[in-house]
């Protein structure tokens, strides 16, 4: 037999040669493989049932009613007095103090103030705050900008203030100069996105301070600078305009995810240079308590600070029907506020007599 011949015999298999059957694979592998396609392709989803199974924790707003935790624009056209505003909120919630007779949720404060020098940002909180100063509120005014480093060090500052409640970056465009000069929603978006990820990991609220455009816009919120991927991405935005009537004025006007619209009007105080709330102005879509949350606090409340009762005795003293059933699930549903605006916790427990609910007034 010559070579080719050889060759030939060795690898050439007939349909019936039985020693040269073809591989099977595994019924093992087979299952294996189809179980990775099906993981890999599969939304993990989930039922409205299940869904108000959960209860979820809510944080308190940094400032009631004003601004919850998340991340949130400020615009306004310059030497308007936003770093004033800036600074006025960053004391109060590093002292506990009222903002403009709202309750704040006190905690440590950064204060990125890039725009200033220490000489300036001296002065400025002196005839803001007088000599009456506080260790929780931390200032910078040198950062790395997103693309270079400012995630990694605002993560570093909130690792060693665990309490930090609040941080601002005044202003935006200052930590966004390494990109360059090329205008894109899907860039503004990815740079919000990069910090919306720290606000919900650390639960904070960050402001960015930000320019208004020059042309007019029917809407306030138009006049946001940059394109549609910031204000998409944000959790809300705030927008400062000029009283054309009156130079020691301005108006604040909200949106929100989490609240209804705002509309305030404020005014300069010479004396000290803070802004001074003069009228809030009631909007269209301003939504009035609940039903529920306000028969809660006439059951609970500081004076009756608690109630023990089953389910069918608290059905009995609602003004709304909820049937037996779905009490517990009400409660759920509604602890967040029942906790924000009623200052009420609820608790289920279960005794020889059967399953009770303890409602608790948890004070201011």
Known sequence: MNKKEIMTAHNASAPTDEKQSLPIPCNDTIAKNNEN???AETLDTFTMSELYNEEYTYSKDIVE????????????????????????????????????SKPVSQGSVLYLSLEDTKKRLQRRSYQMFDIND?????????????????????????????????????TFQKVCDAYNDKVSYSKDYRIITVLKELTDEYNICLLLIHHTRKQEADDCFDMISG??????????????????KNINRIELN??????????????????NLKWVLIEEKDMEAKQEEGIFLIDISK?????????KGTASELSALLTEHISINNITKKLKLTSSDLSQKCNVKYE????????????????Q
């Open 37 to 39: 396609v099906k993981s």
């Open 65 to 100: 009613g004003l601004f919850p935790v998340g991340i949130y624009l400020i615009a306004a056209p310059p030497k308007v007095g936003k770093s004033r505003l800036s600074l006025q909120l960053a004391y109060s919630v590093a002292t506990g103090e009222d903002f403009w």
């Open 134 to 170: 506080t260790p929780n509120l931390h200032f910078a005014i040198v950062s790395k900008t997103i693309s270079d480093g400012l995630v990694g060090q605002l993560r570093a500052f909130l690792e060693e203030h665990n309490d930090t409640k609040l941080i601002i970056i005044d």
């Open 227 to 244: 394109t549609n991927g910031l204000f998409g991405a944000v959790d809300g935005a705030y927008v400062l305009s000029k009283d054309k």
């Open 254 to 271: 909200g949106i929100s995810r989490d609240l209804p619209p705002i509309r305030l009007v404020l005014q300069s105080n010479n004396h």
């Open 299 to 307: 059951i609970v409340n500081e004076s009756n600070t608690v109630w």
């Open 348 to 363: 289920l427990g279960k005794n020889h007599e059967g399953r009770y609910i303890i409602l608790r007034w948890v004070g």
